[in-house]
Structures are given as C-alpha cells and as structure tokens.
C-alpha cells in the first residue's frame, strides 16, 4: 500500500471491483479509477476520503448531471475517495527443506546411475569372459 499525493474517486459497485486473495485475506482491488487527483490541493477532499457514498461526491466532475459516473456509468453513491492505493507484489519465496530435498533427490538419483552404469561394465566384463 502506498499513500496518493492527490485523493481518487473509485467506483466500489461490484461490478468495479476485484477481489484479490492475499494469504488467506479478501483484499479489494478498485478496477475503476474514475477521478485521479480529485480535489487536488484541496484539503477538505481528505476529510472524506473512505466513505462511500459521500454528499460532497455528488459535486465530483466525474459524474453527469444525472449522478452517473462518466467512466463507469455507476450511480455516485457507489463511489468514494481514497487515498491510498494498493498493488500486489510477487516474490519467489524459496523454502530451503524443498531445496534441500530435491538436492538430495537429484544426488540420489546420479548415485543409482552410477552403480547401473558399473554394474552394466561389470556384465558386459563377464559376457566377455565366457
């Protein structure tokens, strides 16, 4: 999570929404942005920021004069400001015991090879010797 210079007025209807497993917890993933830097320099637009469905939204230029969004054509009163914005970061996560095991499968497996590769010398010595 990282905090916007600027509040951003997202769409919460859940068409608009994703929700994104994150070890176990439902995370929220606003998929419409529809006002990026809403209020800028305007600090009074911070004071509202998370509340859905807000009065002073409605005053939003994102929205027609009919209440509906412009970019997602959704009602205002699904709408809300944020300041925040979160992403999902992938990390390989390396677990030594699997690590270690799979060695241990790969040194195994070149050992058995090595004992069939001398035992099939060892037969093809005593084919010779008959």
């Given at each position: 999570?990282?905090n916007?210079?600027?509040?951003?007025?997202?769409?919460?209807?859940?068409?608009?929404?994703e929700?994104?497993?994150?070890?176990?917890?439902?995370?929220c993933?606003?998929?419409?942005?529809?006002?990026?830097?809403?209020?800028t320099?305007?600090?009074?637009h911070?004071?509202?920021?998370?509340?859905?469905?807000?009065?002073?939204?409605r005053?939003?230029?994102?929205?027609?004069s009919d209440?509906?969004?412009?970019?997602c054509?959704?009602?205002?009163?699904?709408?809300?400001?944020?300041?925040y914005?979160?992403?999902?970061?992938?990390?390989e996560?390396?677990?030594?015991?699997?690590?270690?095991?799979?060695?241990?499968?790969?040194?195994?497996?070149?050992?058995?090879q090595?004992?069939?590769?001398?035992?099939?010398?060892?037969?093809?010595?005593?084919?010779?010797?008959?």
């Amino acid at each position: 999570m990282r905090n916007l210079n600027e509040p951003r007025t997202v769409c919460t209807a859940s068409s608009c929404v994703e929700y994104v497993d994150v070890k176990g917890i439902k995370e929220c993933k606003y998929k419409s942005h529809c006002h990026t830097n809403c209020g800028t320099g305007k600090e009074k637009h911070f004071k509202i920021a998370n509340i859905v469905g807000h009065k002073n939204l409605r005053k939003c230029s994102a929205f027609n004069s009919d209440g509906m969004c412009k970019r997602c054509n959704c009602s205002w009163q699904v709408h809300m400001k944020i300041t925040y914005e979160t992403f999902i970061v992938e990390k390989e996560v390396h677990n030594v015991e699997k690590h270690l095991e799979l060695i241990n499968q790969e040194n195994s497996i070149e050992i058995v090879q090595q004992y069939v590769n001398s035992f099939g010398v060892y037969i093809d010595e005593l084919r010779q010797e008959q």
